[in-house]
């Protein structure tokens, strides 16, 4: 089945849309179309973030800021993959900077990619 191209992404993330939902459920139908389509809603939040904040933000930085921003609440991992698949479309940067994070474990942290 082709996939819709998210229309509420810039000209240039359009290009660089890959699959978004890591289906290890083994979902169908609906209930598939509805998790991507959430997942689509998650990456569009960090990217704001992202750009709200317009400085290097570990993923429980991002998840900490998305509730106080737009009242959603994002689970960690779906926050790492949101972040892991912008990081993959070319949005986000890693850097090489750590910030110790939630259970005092270091995290990497990502920026926007400025062209």
Do not use: C
């Amino acid at each position: 089945m082709p996939r819709k191209i998210n229309k509420h992404l810039n000209k240039n993330e359009m290009h660089n849309q890959k699959k978004l939902f890591f289906n290890t459920t083994h979902l169908e139908g609906e209930d598939l179309i509805g998790e991507e389509k959430n997942a689509r809603k998650q990456e569009r939040l960090i990217m704001k973030v992202f750009r709200k904040e317009n400085r290097g933000l570990t993923p429980w930085e991002v998840n900490s800021l998305i509730p106080q921003y737009f009242g959603d609440i994002i689970i960690i991992t779906s926050t790492r993959r949101g972040i892991t698949n912008l990081t993959e479309q070319g949005l986000l940067i890693k850097t090489d900077e750590k910030k110790l994070g939630n259970h005092k474990k270091m995290n990497y942290v990502w920026k926007l990619k400025t062209v």
